[in-house]
């Protein structure tokens, strides 16, 4: 079994005592973030925390739905809580399952007068023990700043599970104190529409700016945060490549955020961002994944980030991974004959009993990266999303496509997430179109094969109608 996260010590904390009575009242509750960063040093980031009602904190996020850096030692330091007079709060730190680690859960007396203050600052000790090519949580020097929101926000816990919990809409309002520039943020001051939005964001400063462009509504801005220059000749034609997937993907979802930020990371893949993305080197070669990653870090901006699911845990990365595949394909920006071997090879792991598991399966939510069992979401879930893209081709006379349902449901469950009725429905909503079939058949049940032919065909069906370009 591999573990990525050891828990935290249990700590008990018990700071000096505030007699004054508890002020409930039943307004919604807003959290208020101050991200203050007056320059770039390792010590100068401090967070704090303005909480309006009575309720329980997480210390940064140990687990997110996609796998980023263990940690070595605690993440926070200098920790302080005041009440709303002011003083200092009675606080109990205690350890909570949440997905599939412990996390660090700091509770109040029931004497302690809210709002409350929470304040501190980040342990750079905690992140100098990273593994090669997952992003590192958090890097702060005198020179750079790439930092996950997962990594450094303090979150209200909800009671549920972990989808609930982060899909909830609350009011995040986050206000950047900084006197240098910021990229992965909308503005200096903005909400959040619920705790996904927040952890996924990606922050950064330092680093050069190598390409700027348009697209999609968006003004992007390529950062090279590798150790390496790239021509300027090829960042030229990434970024107008770019601008053709942003052009693609906000004609069917909608318009991008206004300001969008593309990292070039020491990573594998990529990893999706509130307002941008990191992603791995970049390459014009059309054999090479690189573009298919721009437009599956892309499309997360819609499929992940503004909507998700609360019962189909497969749906995020094998709907992305397939779409983005398929658009770098129509564009041009990857061979079809990679797309091809891909989508028409049997699951090579079907046999193997630890991938004996529905996609529908509730644990993969939690346990696909820890595990390493993903590969049965992203490749055979791919192949699902084929099956149901040829379903929704054939059925409505190739007007509609998998794109377009997918779009229904992103549109209609912005900054939310959708069950699987609603989901069924979405495909109703093109024209009766049932896919009941393929959710029995290859979805809900647990290693279950997609016959080679089956593959074959879907394909080459698709290919027909111009799914995959010239
Ligand atoms: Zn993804």
């Not at 687990?63 to 003083?87: M, T």
């Not at 330092?206 to 950062?223: E, H, M, R, S, W």
């Not at 992305?320 to 658009?327: D, E, H, I």
Request: aromatic share 12%.
């Amino acid at each position: 079994m591999k573990k990525l996260f050891l828990p935290a010590l249990l700590a008990v904390i018990l700071v000096s005592c505030s007699q004054l009575p508890t002020d409930q009242n039943s307004e919604r509750p807003s959290y208020s973030y101050t991200f203050s960063l007056p320059a770039l040093h390792p010590d100068s980031l401090s967070i704090s925390l303005v909480a309006s009602q009575a309720g329980r904190f997480v210390l940064p996020f140990h687990f997110f739905d996609n796998p980023v850096d263990s940690f070595s030692s605690e993440i926070v330091r200098d920790l302080q809580v005041f009440d709303s007079d002011g003083a200092p709060a009675d606080t109990l730190l205690m350890l909570e399952k949440i997905g599939p680690i412990y996390n660090q859960v700091i509770g109040f007396s029931s004497n302690v007068k809210f709002p409350v203050t929470i304040r501190w600052k980040l342990n750079p000790e905690a992140f100098s023990d990273t593994a090669m090519n997952l992003l590192p949580p958090v890097a702060l020097s005198t020179s750079r700043l790439s930092i996950t929101g997962a990594s450094c926000f303090i979150i209200p816990f909800i009671e549920g599970s972990i989808a609930q919990m982060w899909r909830k809409p609350l009011d995040l309002e986050i206000d950047f104190r900084t006197g240098i520039q910021v990229y992965g943020i909308p503005e200096k001051s903005f909400r959040c529409a619920n705790i996904y939005e927040l952890l996924f964001l990606q922050i950064f400063s330092g680093d050069p700016v190598i390409a700027q462009g348009t697209g999609g509504g968006t003004d992007f801005t390529f950062l090279n945060l590798r150790e390496e220059s790239f021509e300027p000749g090829m960042m030229q034609a990434v970024s107008s490549n770019f601008s053709l997937i942003l052009d693609e993907i906000a004609a069917v979802y909608g318009s991008f955020p206004e300001n969008y930020t593309v990292a070039f990371q020491v990573i594998r893949g990529g990893l999706e961002a509130t307002y941008g993305f990191s992603v791995l080197r970049p390459s014009l070669d059309t054999n090479f994944q690189f573009h298919e990653v721009l437009a599956h870090e892309a499309l997360h901006n819609f499929i992940g980030i503004r909507c998700g699911e609360y019962d189909d845990p497969w749906w995020k990365e094998a709907t992305t991974n397939y779409l983005g595949a398929v658009l770098a394909t129509r564009l041009n920006l990857y061979n079809k004959e990679s797309l091809k071997g891909r989508l028409t090879a049997r699951f090579a792991y079907t046999d193997s009993s630890r991938f004996n598991l529905a996609l529908s399966d509730q644990w993969l939510r939690e346990n696909m990266f820890p595990q390493n069992v993903h590969p049965l979401v992203y490749n055979k879930g791919a192949q699902v999303v084929m099956l149901l893209d040829l379903r929704v081709r054939q059925a409505s006379g190739n007007k509609y496509s998998i794109n377009d349902v997918t779009a229904y449901l992103t549109i209609n469950f912005t900054n939310s997430a959708f069950n699987r009725q609603d989901f069924l429905a979405a495909f109703r909503s093109f024209g009766n179109i049932n896919v009941d079939d393929i959710f029995s058949d290859y979805i809900d049940i647990a290693g279950a094969l997609i016959p080679d032919s089956l593959l074959a065909l879907a394909f080459d069906s698709l290919d027909s109608l111009g799914a995959f370009g010239d």
